[in-house]
């Protein structure tokens, strides 16, 4: 009991620490954990919204209009073929100021949509000079219904930074509303996974380029629903302690991306941005950003339009803060567990991988199908952890243990059932117990007329060759071989290693054994060698079994009525002409897996109340067929219509030559009536 302490003495450290690891997110784990889940945005096919285009500055617009910045009428002039967008949201900044005609075109231009957004970014070193003008006209984009909620709801530590890149006052007041376009990367392997939702500059919180578009999308305010959880127009937005919410990135591909050039010379009509939202930005290289991610590079304004086609199409990613603790806990329990329930470690290994294999299917299909994402690498690191020091734990204890099991019982047990024994030390019961046990007993047929034909030594040799078959079958399927009696075998299920469905497994023997016997009569007449028949006798009973003997010499073995009345059924089989009998108390166990007849209830020496016997045939459909008139000629008999089972009886003896329908008929033509058989001989 104390060795047994050492399997939760060892998981506990592995708990507290799995737990740690994952609270306070330490390297390398947190980026094992992050690039381990990535594989999630790969299995999904969800498409971004058709309301959302990207105007992107690329390559053709450059190598039209020369290289960045342009002239400002030109930009103009495309935002003008634009002007039908529902919201049109500006990812560049215009933070200098040029020729006045240019900068009140572009500003005129933008006044023309009907919702436009001015971008900027937060920086911690900047040499531009905010004027007092242009930091009035940014407060008026300010989120102060959220930020008036921090009282009541608490406050994630929203980025902030002390510095601003901006536009100059006349683009800003053109545009409707500012927005920040300052992004971060995950600080353990600098990929953009996430999106904020605002940051604080100079002590006012100010939404993100995305999340203003979406308020005037829907001309709505977001606000605070809970402590980690927004909401705006009726969807629900989930944020970390930074003010993040993690994206739902697409493929590259799938981005509904258009370029300036071909909105600037009308190849894509204004019509097309009807009511839609619309991110201007940058792709070319040297003047564009580009975003690192798990789906591999993406232009940096792609960052916004995942986000709004997240919130549009319903793909925004939830994340339930208790279920991956809960998940660890139980991973970490499962070796645990498992060590006192499967005593084989491969059998231990294939649950720990097979419930880790549909738990992560499970979680990955939550993802795909419901946006629901839990970190899978730490329940992962929890399990394999704990089978680490279990199996550890288990392994060290077997082998103390084998090395006492192998001193004290070596003498008496076989090396098969020793080394079972070995690693299932607790099934051993030092004494008798009472247990629920099949026994098989067979015997050969004629065993007396088959060894004086014989001289001793090709006697021993063909009992050899003989019983290793039937020693295989009992193996096989979990039985114990108690004992060889001169031609006759002594099995058992169910102990000293527990058999779940004992009775089948004794059945299944029974008909192997046979089989294997007609495989070996086949050689044996090649040979010239007369074939063996036998007799199978099978019951199931409550019985004594454990070590039994003197002080110096011992036994394994099982006693009592239900075994004796194995060894009276083994006899019956002559009587009936048939290989296998089994009685009542076994058929309650069986299933459609095999097929038997009743034969008839017998009354066995020692024995004062009748047991019905059955015949176990080998399943086929010849056999089907023959017990389904078997059943017909019986059952008539027992009814009284003799005449009817007479008949049915006597065409199976000529079709087949069925001992058992031979028996009755010969019992029908001496007039007896179906009913208990009362047998004087063992």
């Known amino acids: 009991m104390k060795e047994k302490l050492l399997y939760p003495l060892a998981t506990l450290p592995i708990l507290l620490l799995v737990l740690a690891l994952h609270h306070y997110k330490l390297q ?74 240019q900068d009140a075109r572009l500003a005129e231009s933008l006044s023309n949509v009907k919702n436009s957004v001015c971008g900027f970014f937060l920086r911690h070193k900047a040499t531009q000079d905010i004027s007092d003008d242009e930091m009035h006209i940014l407060q008026d984009s300010s989120l102060d219904l959220l930020q008036s909620q921090v009282g009541e709801f608490g406050n994630p530590s929203f980025v902030s930074a002390p510095y601003a890149e901006m536009n100059i006052a006349q683009i800003l007041e053109g545009c409707t509303l500012s927005g920040s376009f300052t992004t971060l990367q995950d600080e353990s392997d600098h990929l953009f996974r996430s999106y904020p939702i605002a940051v604080y500059f100079k002590d006012i919180l100010y939404p993100s380029l995305g999340i203003q578009g979406l308020r005037l999308k829907f001309n709505e305010d977001i606000q605070r629903i809970s402590q980690n959880e927004l909401s705006i127009s009726g969807h629900t937005i989930g944020v970390d302690e930074r003010g993040f919410v993690r994206l739902n990135f697409y493929r590259p591909q799938q981005y509904n991306i258009v370029s300036f050039l071909d909105v600037a010379t009308q190849k894509v009509e204004p019509s097309y941005f009807k009511d839609k939202i619309v991110i201007l930005g940058i792709t070319e290289v040297g003047a564009g950003d580009v975003a690192t991610t798990p789906m591999g590079a993406l232009y940096g304004p792609l960052l916004h339009y995942t986000f709004i ?27 645990l567990v498992f060590v006192f329930v499967f005593k084989k470690v491969f059998y231990r290994v294939l649950s720990y991988l097979l419930i880790y294999a549909l738990l992560y299917a499970y979680i990955r ?30 392994f060290y204890l077997q082998e103390k243990g084998g090395r006492f099991l192998r001193n004290a019982f070596s003498s008496y047990l076989s090396a098969d059932l020793l080394d079972k024994l070995i690693k299932h030390p607790e099934a051993l019961s030092l004494g008798g117990e009472k247990k629920e046990l099949t026994i098989l007993f067979s015997d050969i047929r004629g065993f007396t007329t088959i060894s004086e034909s014989m001289d001793p030594v090709s006697l021993i040799k063909l009992l050899n060759r003989y019983f ?43 008909l192997e054994m046979i ?10 007449e090649q040979e010239g060698i007369k074939p063996i028949h036998i007799g199978i006798g099978i019951n199931s009973d409550e019985v004594v079994v454990g070590n039994m003997g003197s002080n110096t010499r011992f ?29 009542e108390f076994m058929i309650q166990k069986l299933d459609d897996e095999f097929i038997y007849r009743k034969i008839e209830p017998v009354k066995v020496k020692g024995k004062d109340e009748a047991v019905v016997l059955y015949q ?45 329908s031979k028996y009755f008929l010969d019992q029908i033509n001496e007039g007896h009536s179906w009913g208990v058989h009362k047998m004087t001989t063992k």
């Not at 400002?72 to 215009?94: C, N, P, W």
């Not at 939550?366 to 680490?388: E, G, H, K, N, T």
């Not at 009284?640 to 001992?659: N, P």
Request: charged residues 25%.
């Open 309 to 335: 086609s997240n919130l549009l199409e319903g793909h925004i990613i939830k994340e339930p803060k208790t279920v991956v603790p809960i998940l660890i806990a139980l991973l970490v329990l499962i070796p």
């Open 468 to 510: 290793t078959p039937m020693t295989d079958a009992v193996l096989k399927h979990g039985g114990y071989l108690d004992k060889y009696i001169g031609d006759a075998v002594m099995a058992f299920f169910n102990a000293p290693v527990d058999v779940p469905e004992h009775a089948k497994a004794a059945c299944r023997t029974a």
């Open 616 to 660: 176990l045939l080998a399943t086929n459909e010849a056999n089907r067929s023959l017990v389904k008139r078997y059943n017909e000629a019986l059952g008539a008999y027992i009814d009284g219509d003799v005449q009817k089972a007479k008949e049915i009886f006597a065409s199976l003896v000529q079709e087949v030559d069925d001992h058992p």
């Open 515 to 524: 089989d294997q016997l007609n495989k070996l009569n086949k050689i044996l």
């Open 365 to 394: 299909y939550l993802f795909i199908d419901q946006m629901i994402y839990i970190d899978l690498f730490y329940p992962l690191l929890s399990i394999v952890l704990s089978a680490i020091a279990v199996e550890s734990i288990a």
């Open 28 to 101: 390398p784990f947190e980026t094992f954990s992050l690039r381990f889940n990535d594989i999630n945005f790969d299995l999904q096919h969800k498409e971004p919204s058709k309301s959302v285009v990207f105007v992107a500055v690329d390559e053709p617009s450059v190598n039209r209009y020369g290289r960045w910045p342009w002239n400002r009428e030109i930009i103009a002039q495309g935002i003008e073929e634009m002007r039908e967008a529902d919201v049109l949201l500006m990812d560049m900044i215009f933070s200098e100021p040029t020729l006045e005609e």
């Open 555 to 583: 036994n394994y073995t099982v006693i009592g009525d239900g075994v004796n009345l194995a060894s009276r059924v083994e006899g019956l089989t002559k009587n009936y002409g048939v290989e296998i009998l089994i009685t």
